[in-house]
């Protein structure tokens, strides 16, 4: 089945380490995304992929990075995690942008920062 | 930009009691909007979605929303819950990305 998978699904750092989430896709988008949602939160957009094009949201911090080295694999690094980086990271793609475009997202990756 | 709100942060229910989610959007003229729902330890998935047409959308596991533009509404229902229904709910809107609010607990009871 066409998916959008992330691991690992649960990755522990320590404080100040810097760490690295992966997301892989077989559905062929264009388009995947960085979502963090922490507990009991919406999850919030951090940044997205058009193909190569990068787009960061405003409020995201600096922190954390993006690559997409291919249409499938896109990274999430977290230069030097801190306590208020422990969250879900969702990856999600899209086929386009824009409102019709359904965005499917995998299961996540919980971060714990020790 | 376009936003969601949800007004129910935790909604306890028994079995076979009916349920109605409030999700309202702002304004902003045309909209597509979703609802989503993340089963303890799962990844989110797609209950229901409104674009266009019939503004009643009926969805997946026996769910309904019903779109009213006058309202900005676009409420989640079911009309008997059952205990594995027990989930985090997240209305958005794709606008261009998707947009969430800050969700609803549900809890339902056996």
């Known amino acids: 089945d066409a998916m959008v998978i992330q691991n690992p699904r649960y990755q522990v750092t320590q404080f100040g380490k810097p760490v690295t989430l992966s997301c892989s896709q077989t559905l062929n988008h264009n388009v995947m995304y960085w979502y963090q949602q922490k507990s009991s939160q919406a999850p919030k957009l951090l940044f997205h992929y058009y193909d190569k094009d990068f787009n960061n949201e405003a409020d995201t911090p600096d922190n954390f990075q993006s690559r997409r080295p291919n249409t499938s694999f896109c990274f999430l690094d977290i230069r030097s995690p801190g306590l208020g980086d422990a969250a879900m990271y969702l990856c999600a793609t899209s086929r386009d942008i824009g409102q019709h475009y359904e965005q499917y997202f995998g299961p996540g990756t919980r971060l714990t920062v020790t | 930009a376009q936003s969601v709100s949800q007004h129910n942060h935790h909604v306890i229910l028994s079995e076979a009691a009916s349920l109605e989610l409030g999700c309202n959007y702002s304004y902003g003229g045309t909209v597509n909007l979703f609802w989503y729902v993340q089963y303890p330890g799962q990844h989110l998935q797609l209950l229901l979605k409104?674009?266009?047409?019939?503004?009643l959308v009926k969805g997946i596991k026996g769910f309904e929303a019903e779109f009213i533009k006058s309202k900005f509404s676009f409420n989640l229902r079911k009309p008997s819950v059952q205990w594995s229904d027990t989930a985090e709910y997240f209305c958005a809107v794709n606008e261009p990305y998707m947009r969430f609010g800050a969700g609803t607990r549900l809890t339902v009871k056996p």
């Open positions: 409104y674009f266009s047409g019939d503004p």
